[in-house]
């Protein structure tokens, strides 16, 4: 008998499942989750929640039949939905990857899921142990002792006192505290702490497992360690997974959730998915245009280019800078980024003009090996010193590469079997 | 209901865990659990003995019948104030993590107490040194304590809706609390006329408190059976707030966030 989580936060119960397992352990229908921008109004509006759940006669979303579905017209002012209208199931064995810009609803949905608010309308069903690995080492207590915080932490979990016992040793070793385990936590450094958080949290074993984010933590040895902690975990689970990595979701998510502004924008096959997903990210971003140059400089311009648009294509600049006085320019850097994600490629010329007056410089690359994507390229010029900034353009041009080639810039290796 | 069981040990677990960290962290320790009714009742001890205020009838010596009263009333003031420091001080691992919601409040209760068990070593020494003899009556004790416990926290629990989003409710108890106690017969012995009549019989606090003290004393329960209203109301009331409690969870951690 699967339980809903919508009318009371009871933890889920442990339910004997036998293992051919046809039935979802998740089920969500229809939920929608509002949100308020303003804090004021939203203390008023908790207040108005309250009043209407302790009065038996209102009716709430969250009576027996759920028929109740929340509208736009229920808005009131300053509320958004953070959540609209998501629907998905989930069986064991299924990962489930959520993306979604900040603020798409990933979180709030996370939270529904674990039970810890409501939805405004439609059900929420979870059959099983749920386990979210959040907040790690949440409810520490700095003064007491390591010892001591996992007992309290695991029952916050929801781990009897025997299993706590047996796991003691376990958890002590996983988190390799070592002697410090009798030491307060307040002494611990911050990997310890979190280490110890990680350590508690895995030890209880869930039908469901929620996870934001938190895929490893520590120094890389101890990574390697989570990731396998929680492979482990996940062979026997439902998975929902919120992940900015994409490589993560790609590796170990076969379906993606994908949320834009609180809907759904797709659901599916994960490779389906977040290519297209990508390509949106940079897309809403904007290359952004800055031009700064020293008080010797008139004007920068660029007078002509010639971008890339596939896979292996040259680039092209050619730019005019009008210098009111001699300047020497040594160095030029040429840095391509990948739009709101990160520098890509660099280069960086030494060269010896002399500059007065109008004068033209061109520059070609060879042709550009990069993934599909849009990309901005920044120019910058320097004299003897990096201190001695002649120009900088950042978003001199744009480009956008659109060949089929997602997944990392490729590299052609040679293999040979001996 | 089956998480108010399961709920248990981990209030046991929580309530261990703030009563080490509390105690571990300061110098005086337990003393800390009757210094401060103590002092207020110094504050009235002093005013009698200098003859600025003339209270009679307190049937026992005026000291110990002050310092009776102002321990019993630390519990109903402490009870009161439990179940929103409880929400307030879990508010992170109430947004995060989904456990059973009553085990803080009940680790909270136990806190309350184990502080009156303190006090209670302190209530006796007080009728030792003043030699306050007790009778049969002193196996009732328990009923008006429980009576203290559970109104201070079936109020408290009223305002964990409110003050949980609103700060104003944590800043305003203190002071209510205070002028409370001078319309409750705290320091003085309940009247049967005037305003201060009127307060006494209106006042579910007052019979809780006269009953417990007179328990102590041996002097006669006059408001035994209001004391026992009293402390039946309060029982359902509880549970019928633990219930509302509950549902209006998710709604307090919605607004009130980490």
Redesign the interface.
Known sequence: MPMTIAPTTERTSIMPIDPPQEDPLVVVSNVKKKFCRSLKKSLWYGMQDIAHELNPFSRRTDRADHSFVAEDSDLRADEFWAVNDVSFELRRGECLGLIGHNGAGKTTLLKMLNGLIKPDSGRIEMTGRVGALIALGAGFNPILSGRENIHVNASVLGLKKDEIEDKMEEIIDFAEIGEFIDAPVQSYSSGMQVRLGFAIATTVKPDILILDEVLAVGDAAFRAKCELAISELMDDAAVILVSHNALHIRRLCNRVLWLRRGQTEGLGPTDDYLDRYGTSLSEEKKIEQTLVYSDSVRRVDLIDSQVPNQFNQPLKLQIKIDAAEEIAINNIVIGIHEVGVRQVAQSAMKVDYRVVGERILNFETEGIRLKDGNYSVTIAMYGEQFSELHARWVGVLGFKLESGIYGGTPYHFESVVH | M??VVTGR??AW??FM??L??QY??TYFGYLWAFLPPLVASLTFIFLQSQGITKIEGTGIPYAAFAMMGTLLWQTFVESMQSPLAAVTK?K??????????EAILMAGMYMVGFNFLIRLVLLFLVMAVWKVVPTATLLLFPLPMLGLLMAGFCIGLALV??GG??GDVVKAIPIVAQFWMLLTPVVYPARSSGLAGVLATWNPISPLITTARGCLTGQPLDQLFEAIVVTLLSIVVSLIGLI?F??????????MGG
Request: positive net charge.
């Open positions: 089956a998480d040990e981990l677990r929580l865990r703030d080490k960290a571990r962290q879990a992170p691992m109430l947004a995060k993590i989904n456990f059973p919601r809706p409110v989003l609103y509302a509950r549902l209006i969870m998710p709604h307090l951690i919605e607004r």
